[in-house]
DNA sequence: CTGATTTAGATGCGCTCGCATTGATATAGA
DNA sequence: TCTATATCAATGCGAGCGCATCTAAATCAG
């Protein structure tokens, strides 16, 4: 692609705001409605489960959710308090810690899922076939790159 | 399509979530690095300026870029603090107003337009085709219905 | 016409965000 | 080894967000 900006491009910019704009209002309501926490959660608390005993440090959460750092520490902080993860010293290195899910927040993020699931039917995968949402996945995988 | 979730719409959706967030900040950067506003007040702009000389209700508003109600309210104040928009009652509607961009507010997004379109060209249309890009919106327009 | 409902827009509140900075430790280089 | 630099995480700050609520005007129903 050229120095020029195509139209194209620019449709698909606005297609893909409103599209994650919209979708999302829906998810982060689902949860609201049903008394569960924000989308954030789900994603810390997924990522901690998958992680198993060892737990992830929080620069690992950083690079595997799309939270800056500051907000990493803070949403450990309300997880925290709440009980649904723990932190501890990290043995490695000493600037860091680790963080684990509890098994009461291994149960949030079970209870968590089918609304989240259903949302995601709803917003999502109804509204694509299955082909579809793959080329979607793909095409969108190239945007997601930092640099 | 049915009544199950699957793996292909979960994948489009973080997917989706992640084109978008790292866009987002590519672009919002691209602003503050040139010292100049955040998107929102582009957008809200653009839609101004397209609007002409009649300008637009702040419910007009909020139907054609994504914000609420109650954040648009917030962004007109702001936008008129600086003198880019002017507020003025409305004619038809003694609840209403109208809004309108002013000299000023046409001149800075002209300013504005350049750096974004930089942006995009290297978030967005760079690293797609046109014919993905075309498929990406196409597709994506499908999931921005607030239904 | 009157009262009830709806709609437009503003605002208070609490929360979360991004940025910048800080403090502490780890790593690299002379 | 000693010093400079880089990295990990926390925090202060200001700004913006979503929600709920409020006021005023418009619309609807009887």
Same mark, same amino acid.
């Given at each position: 692609?050229?120095?020029?900006?195509?139209? !194209?491009? @620019?449709?698909?910019?606005?297609?893909?705001?409103?599209?994650?704009?919209?979708?999302? #209002?829906?998810?982060?309501?689902?949860?609201?409605?049903?008394?569960? +926490? +924000?989308?954030?959660?789900?994603? #810390?608390?997924?990522?901690?489960?998958? !992680?198993?005993?060892?737990?992830? =440090? +929080?620069?690992?959460?950083?690079?595997?959710?799309?939270?800056?750092?500051?907000?990493?520490?803070? #949403?450990?902080? =309300?997880?925290?308090?709440?009980?649904? @993860?723990?932190?501890?010293?990290?043995?490695?290195?000493?600037?860091?810690?680790?963080?684990?899910?509890?098994?009461?927040?291994?149960?949030? =993020?079970?209870?968590?899922? +089918?609304?989240?699931?259903?949302?995601?039917?709803?917003?999502?995968?109804?509204?694509?076939?299955?082909?579809?949402?793959?080329?979607?996945?793909?095409?969108?995988?190239?945007? !997601?790159?930092?640099?």
């Amino acid at each position: 692609m050229g120095k020029e900006l195509s139209e !194209a491009a @620019v449709d698909a910019w606005i297609a893909l705001m409103r599209a994650q704009q919209t979708a999302l #209002l829906k998810i982060e309501r689902a949860f609201r409605e049903a008394e569960l +926490p +924000p989308l954030a959660w789900y994603d #810390l608390l997924w990522e901690l489960d998958r !992680a198993g005993a060892e737990g992830l =440090r +929080p620069f690992e959460l950083e690079e595997r959710i799309l939270i800056a750092q500051s907000n990493i520490s803070r #949403l450990i902080d =309300r997880l925290t308090e709440r009980g649904y @993860v723990a932190r501890e010293r990290s043995e490695e290195d000493g600037r860091g810690q680790r963080v684990r899910i509890t098994a009461t927040g291994r149960e949030l =993020r079970r209870r968590m899922w +089918p609304i989240y699931a259903q949302a995601l039917r709803e917003a999502v995968g109804s509204r694509l076939t299955e082909r579809e949402a793959q080329t979607v996945a793909t095409q969108l995988a190239k945007l !997601a790159d930092k640099r």
